[in-house]
C-alpha cells in the first residue's frame, strides 16, 4: 500500500507540474487534460480530510491554471457541448466519446465530495465543479469558510451560467450559513429543483447556521417546501428533527410536541395494502380504493430516488436575474397550519400493516415521552404505545413469513446442495454457538407470554422470509427499517423508558426485535451480544432465572471478540498508517508548493502563511464544527468501539468486572485513535464506575474529573460524575474530611444545577430530577456528620441538624413526586423514616418516642402508598395470570417497604405492650382504698393531638400489620429473602400479639415464678397438694356469694389466656419456618432475629430447645461480626482475591431489591468461589443442621452461652445439654433394687434472662479498658526505670554498696505498691463483672456440682492417684474420668473483654478445663475433622504428593535429625485431637527488641525451652528468631501455612508484624494451635510501635486488639489460639511459655487443661511446680492441697464445713491478675503427640 500511495502521488505531482508549465505555455488543452488526469489519480485519497489538506494547494494552483487559460477555446468548446446536447436531447449525456485515460466520477453520498456532479470528467465544467468542491472541501476541514466562500465567488465569476454551477452555488450557501450571512439570493437559485431537493438545501443551511432565527426560518422552509404526499417520509423525518432542535433551544415545549404530533399524524394516515390481507382473502375481502399518488408506493421512495434531473431551461431561467417572484420577498400574512386531519378515525392497532409505518411511529412516540418528561401525564401512555407498535410490528411480519417460510422450505428441498452451502455460509457468518429452545408451533408462531418471550429467539427461516422480496412492507428488512441503527437507539431508549416506569416485563418483545435487527438487518455480531446481555439483566429483575442462563448462553463469552478485535486493530494501524504516510509527504509537498505559487502571479503572503499552518486552523474553529451537529451525535453504521462501551456498562451492572475492564480498553484505545471525545468521556465514567466498585476511590475521583474535562457531556452525564464523584470521596477510608469535603461539592453542585435549570426550562423534568437527587444526598451527608459526631441525638443543637436535613428530605420528595419520580421518592421517604425511627429508639420519654414513632409511621406510610399505586398501575397493563411467573422490581420495592413498615409497627406495638403492661402491673399493686380514691378525685384526660394519635394507631396496629405482611407475601412469595423476612415478621408479631393478650405479665423468664422445684415436689409426692387445692376450691365454691361475678371474670381471663396460646403456637410455626428458610437459603441476619424470636417464645418452659436457639442466634450475630471484621481488615479489594470477591459481592447486593442479583449466576459464582477456596469465609457460614451439631461434640464438653439482645437490655444465659447417651440401667441392678437417678429424664440444660442497660455493660468495659491501659502505662514505666537503674548502676559502680542496695530497695517497695494497687483495682472490677453476672452464675452450681458425683468430686486421694497415673504412663488419662468436665464458654464480644475465667462459679473441682470461643457454630467448623474417611485421606495423601517441596531454609537437615528423637509412645484417646511435635514453626522477637540487659530475653527463654526438650519434641522445630535476620511478610505466611502450631514470642502487639489483610487471606486449617506471647514492652519496641501506629487508621488500629486478633486467627483456620488479654512482663511471659509447654510436651495435658492450670496453678501436682518462679502461688496451693486431705480425713459435717471454708479461702486469695491474664480460644481437647 505504501508503494503504490507513492507512485501515486509522484504521479500527481508530475500531472501538477505538467498544469503549470501548460498553463505557462497558454495551452488550455494539455491544462484540462493534466488536471482530468490529476482528478483520477486523486479519487482514492478525496474521501479523507487529511489527503484533501495536502492537495488543496495543488487544486487551487490547478484551477487557476484551467481560469486563465480557458479564454476563448473554453468558449468555443463550451459553444459546442451546449449545441452537441441540444442535438442528442437528453440532457447531462456527452454527445462525445469518452477520452482514453479517464474515468467516469463515481455517485457519492450527500456528504461527499462529488455528489452532485452531473456529467462525466469528459465534461470540462464538470470537471472544474467536482475540483472546486474538492476545494471546498478542504477548506471547510481546517474551518477557513472565508477562503472557502472566496474561492466560491471566484468558482462563480469564472463558470459559465449551466447547470454545472449548481454545485457551486450549494457549497456557497452552506459557507454563507456557516459564516452567518443571508442566502436567500443563492437559495433561490434552486427554486426549479424537486421540492424535495429544495427541502434538503433547507436543512442544510439550517444545520450550518449559527443563528437561532436562521435555523427556525430554515425548518420552516424546509418543511414547508414538502407540500405532496409523495414526500411524506422526508417531511415526517424533518418534523422529528424540527421538534428536536425545538426543544433542545429552548422554545416553547408545546411546540416541540406539536411537531412530533403532526409527523404522527401523518403516518397514522398513510395507507398501505396488506400482504396478510392478500393471502387470508376467505371470508373477509379488503375494500377497493382507487390508487392514488399520495398513497402509492412511489411515497416509500426515499429522497434520493424522488429526485430528477432538473432541465437545462429551468435552472438558466432561474439563474437570470430579471425574473424575480415578489411572493418571494414581500411578506404576507398566512395562516399556520400545523398537523394534518385524521383521515380514517376509527383507526386501530390492527390497521396498521406496514414495517416501516411502524417503526416511524415507534420514533416518534419515543420521542414524544422523551420531550414531554416524566412529569407529563401522559409520558406511560407513549412508552406503552410505542410497545403495543412493537407488538404490531412482530404480529404482521410473523405473520406475512409463514407463507413465505414455507416456499422457502420447498425451494430448499428440490435444491438441497444449494441451499446446504447457502446455510453452511449462514453459520460461518454468525459463528455463534446457540443452543435453541425447543420450538413450539410453526416458526412464525408468536409468543403469547412473558416466559415464551422471554426465551424467544428468532427463527433462522423467519429471518430470511423477510428478506424475501415477496414480504415487501411486512417483512423486517434494510428496505423497512432504513435506519438500522437509528432505529436501534430509540428501542434501546423505549426499553429504558420502560424499565425506568417499571414495566420491565414490557421490554421482552422490545428486546426480541433488537435481537432480530441486530441478527437480520445489521449482521453484527456484538450488537446481538449486547441485546442479550440486556435481556439477561431483564430476566433477572423479572425473577426468571431460567431465561436468563438461555441469555447468558446465547450472548457467550463476555470478553472481546478474537475477530472484531483484528477488524479494530487493522482499521487503527491503517488510520495510523496514512497520517504517517501524510506526514512524511507533508513537507516535501508543501515546498513544491511554494515553489509551484511563486511561479504563478498573484499569490499573496496571505495565501502563503496559511500555507504553513496547515492543520491548527482547524482547532481554532473547533466551536463551528460542533455547531454543524447542534442536534447531538450521528447515527451511521454499527461502531464496534460504540457496542464495546455500551456492552461493558451492563457487564458493570452486572458484576463482571474484568469482561468489562477488557472492552473498556480496547473501546478506549479505537476512541482515542479516531479522537471520538464524546465516546472517550463515556468510557472515562465508565472506568471510573470500575474503579468505584473495586473500591479504588481516589482512582474514580481522578477518572471522573478527567471524563468532565475531556467532553462537555449533557445534564445527566454531569449528573452521574458528580454523584459518583460524591459517592467515592464519601467511600474513602483514608479520607477523615470525607463527609464534609462530599458536602461542599453538594453545595457546589445544587448552585451550578440551578442555574441550568433556569436556562433550560424545557428540561424541568430532568434538572429538577436531578436537584432534587442531589438535596436528599446533601441530607443523608449531614445526617451522617451528626450522626458520627455526637452520640446524645437528643441535644437540642444535634436535634436540630438533624430536623434540618430531614426537611430537605422532605423537599426533594415533593419535587419528584411533581416531576413523576415516585420510585425515587419512595426511596428517600424510607431513609428519611429511617431517621426518625432511630430517634424515637433512643428517646427515653414516652410522648417524645411517641411523636417520632408516630412521624416514622406517617412517612412510611406515605412510602408504602406511592409504592403500592405505581405496583398496582403496572399491574393493570397486562393480565394478572402474567404476573403470577414473575416478580417485577417496583414489587419487589413495594414489599420491601410493607416489611419495612411492618418491623415499625411491631416496634410501636411492643412499646405499647410494654407501657400497658406496667401500667397493669402498677394498678395491681394499688390497694381498693387507693383505686377508690384515685376513681373520685381522677379528671377526665385531655389528650394532646399525638396522644390520640398514638391511642388511634395502637389499637389496630396488630390489624394493619397482618394486612402488610399478606399483601408482601403476596407480591413477592417466589423470592426467598423476603419470604423469609415476611414469616419472620409474622412470627414476632403472633408472639407480641400473644403476650399482650395474655392476662397476665409473662412470667416463663421468671425462674421463682414459674414454681418449677414446687411443681417437681408435687409430682414426686403423687399430687396430693394438688387435691387440697380442689377441696379448698370447691369449698369456696360452696360458700361464696360472688360466683358468678368471679366466675365470669375467670372465664374472661381462661378465654384471654387461650387466645395467647393460641397466638403463640402460630408464632411458633411461623419463626421455625423462617429459620428453616433462612439457614437453607444463608440469609444468616433473618436466622439470628427468627432464633432470638423463638428464644423469646419458648422461654423456660422448654430449656433444652430455648439453649439451642439461642446457641443459634450466638451464631449467626458471630457470622455477621465476622463479615464485617472481614470486611473491615480488607477495605482494599486489590490485597487479595478473597478481598476483591468479598468487595463485589458487597456491593452487588446493595441493589438486590430492584436487580434481584442474588438469584442470577455472578452472585452463585462469587459464593462457590468463597465457600471453596477461602477458609475464612467457610468459618461464616451457618450450618442448616445447626440444632443438631451439639452431637457430634465429645460428651464431656459443658457448653455455656452468654449472649446480650441487639439493645443489650437483656443477657441470655444458657447452659447446653450435654449429649451423652447414658445406657439403660443393667437387668442386675434391677433385681437388687437399685432403681434409676431420677434426674436421669430430666435435661440438665438451663436459660435464664436476666435484665440489663446498655450503659452499664458501656461502663463496666471501659472500666476494664481503662485498666488494661494502667497496666500498660505501669509497665511501660517500670520498664523506663530498669532501663535507667542499669544505666545508673554502670555510672555508679565505684560507689558504696550500701546507697545501691538503698537505691533499689526503694525502687522495689515503689514497684510493689503499684503492683497492689493494680491488684485492688483488678479484684474490684472482678467483684463488678461477678455482681453482673450473678443471676446466671449461681445457676452453674446445680450442673458442676450434682449431689450424686460430690463425694467423687472431693476426693483428693484419687485426683492425686490419677495424676500420678498420668505422669507415669506420660499420657493424658485424666480425661478418661466422667467426673472431670470440660467448660467452654460462648460469649458475645463484649464479654470476651472481661476475664470471665476469674468467676468462681467456674472454680470447681470437677472442671478440669476451661476454654473460650465465639459460638457454637464455630467450635463445630474447629472441630471438623478435614480427612473423615478413606477417600479423603487418599486424596490427601495424593495432594502430598503433587505438593512442591517446602521453602522453609532447614527443614530437609530436621527431617533428618528424626532419628535421634526419642519416641513418644503416647497415643490419642478417643475424642482428644493430636498435634504433631515436629511440625511446629516460631517466631521469637522478631525485630530484636529487646536489649542485651534484659534479663528474660525472648531468644533466651526460647533457647532454653528448646534446648529442654530437644530430647522428644523441638528438635525439627523452625522457625526465625530476630537475632538472626528481621523476618519478611512472605516468610510469616510462609510458617503460618507450613506447619502444625505456631509460637510467637515477642514485643506489642503480634498483629503489627503481619497486616490483617494479609492474615486473613492466608488458608491455614492445618495450623493446630497458635501462641502468642504477645503484649510485652520495652523502649525500644514502644518507640517502633507508636511510630507505625501513627500511619494506620483508626479501623486497622481496632483490629489489633487481642479480641480481633483471636477473631482473626480463627477465621484463617486455626483450631485453637492462647493469647493475652492486656499487657504483660517479658517475665510473665517466659513464665507462661514455660509452663503450658511443660504441660502440653512433658505432661501431655489438653489445651484446655493446660490454659486450666494457668488460671489455677495451685491445682497443678506440688513436684511439678518450679519453685523459684512461683513462691508464694505455690506455697498457698499446698497449703491448700494439704489442708484438703486433712479435711477428707475427718468425717461428717465438720469435714464438709472445713472443705467448703478451704476452697472459700482459696478463691479469695487465688485471684492474682497475672494468672488470668492468657486464655485460649477454640478446641479444648487437643494433645501434642509426635507422629
Known sequence: MAGKNLIRREAMNCFFNGSRFASNAN????VLSCAKHYWNASLPLVNQPIERELIKEPLRLMLQCLAGTFGKKGAEREKEEKEAKAGAGMPGVPAVPQ???TNLVPTKPEGLVGAAIVGGPEDDLTLRAALYGVLFQSFADQGAYEDGLKAMDQAVMDMPRTKHRLMIFKHRVIVKAKLGRNVNMDIQKFKGEEEDYVAHMWRKVALCSKEELDQLSCYQHAIESLASSSSDWQKVDYLIEFAEWLYVNEFPLQDAIDQLEWAADILLNMKFESAVVKKEGKGRKAPKKKPSSAKSRTGRKSPAEGRKTPPENKSEQSDSESEINASDYIPVHKEAVIGVLPANAGLTMKDLCDVQQLENLIRTTVLLA???GRSSQFYSDYCIMACGYVLRIWETSLAASGPVVKELAKAAAEKPTGSAKGKGKKLDIKDQPKEKPKRKGPPEAIPTSQEDWAIYDVPDEVIEACKHESMKGAGINIKTIQKPTLTFFYLDKLVTQLRELGYSHLTLPVLALMDLISRGVVASRALNALVHFKAMEVCLELNMAWAAEFHERMAGNPSVDEEELAKSHEEIAIWEERQAQVAKEEKRIKDSMVKAANELKGVSDKTMAKLKEGKNIAKENKKEEIQAQHLGKLMGKVLVRDVWTDTAEVLIRQGLFQPARELLNEAHMNAKAFNDKPLLAKILYLFAHLSYSEAQYGQAVNLCHEAQLTHEGDEMFWFDTTMLMINATIAD????????EARNMLVHALN??????????????????????????LGFVQVTITMGHYTDLLRPKVLKSILSACQKYQHSVDKLMDLGFEREAAEILKDEAEIFWKLGKVATEHDVKHEYYLKALSILKSAVKISDDVAQDVQTVGPLQEFKSITLPVQRECADLKLTLSELMLDIFEVYSQEQRNRQLTEARKGSVQKLVEDMVRRTPTYTAVQKEWIQTTKIVGDTVFVQLSNSHSLVGAIPRMKARTLYNLGRCLRLLAEHKNPDAPCHWDYEAMHIMKLTSILEGGGEEEEGHEEEEEEMDRTSRQFIKYSSTIQKNKDKLDNGHSFLTQAVECLTQAVNLALSKGYTDIAGSASLELVECYGQFDPFTTSQYLALYQSCQVSLHMESLLLKAQPDPTTSQQAALLHQKTTLLGEDVATNISSGPVIRTISNKLLGDWEAWKRTSITPQHLDILREFPPNFNVIVLQHSPDRNYLYGAILDKPKNIPPPPAASKKEGKQPPVLQPFSKAKVIRMETSAQALDDMVEQFKAHKHNVMQLLLKQEYQRTQQAQRKKMLENLNENMKQDTDQADDEERQQEENELQEQFLELVSCMEAYLKPITQQFDMVFRPPTSTSNQSNPTKEKEGKEKDKDKNKAGSTDDPAQEAIILLADPWLLELPLEALKALHVDSVVSLT????????????????????????????????PPSRIPGLRDASKKQAKIIPLERSVPQGLVGVDTNNFRYMVDPNSDCSETEEHSPVDIFNQLTSKYSQQFTTRWLGVMGSEHVPSVAEWELYLKEGSSFIFY?????MNYISPSKLVALNIPECMIVFLYDLANTSRSFLNQSKADILKSTSILSLEKPVETAMLLSLTGVKTIFTNQWHCTLEENADKLNDTMKDLLERG???GQAVRYLFTPYRRPADEIEGEEHNQENTEGQDEQESENKVEDENGEKAEELKAEAAEKIGEESMIRAWYNMVCYGMPNIIVIQV
Do not use: C, W
Not at 495551452?27 to 494539455?30: A, E, S, T
Open 27 to 30: 495551452n488550455y488543452d494539455l
Open 99 to 101: 477520452p482514453a485515460g
Open 370 to 372: 422523551q420531550v414531554s
Open 733 to 740: 477510608y483514608t479520607n477523615r474530611n470525607r463527609h464534609r
Open 752 to 777: 451550578v444545577f440551578s442555574e441550568v435549570a433556569d436556562e433550560r426550562p424545557n428540561k424541568t423534568s430532568l434538572t429538577g430530577y436531578i436537584m432534587a437527587k442531589l438535596e436528599a444526598k
Open 1412 to 1443: 473460650r470461643d465465639f459460638s457454637l457454630q464455630f467450635l463445630h467448623h474447629r472441630m471438623q475433622q478435614q480427612q473423615s474417611d478413606e477417600e479423603s485421606a487418599a486424596k490427601s495423601k495424593q495432594a502430598d504428593k503433587n505438593k
Open 1546 to 1550: 515477642g514485643m506489642e502487639r503480634f
Open 1645 to 1647: 495435658t489438653t489445651t
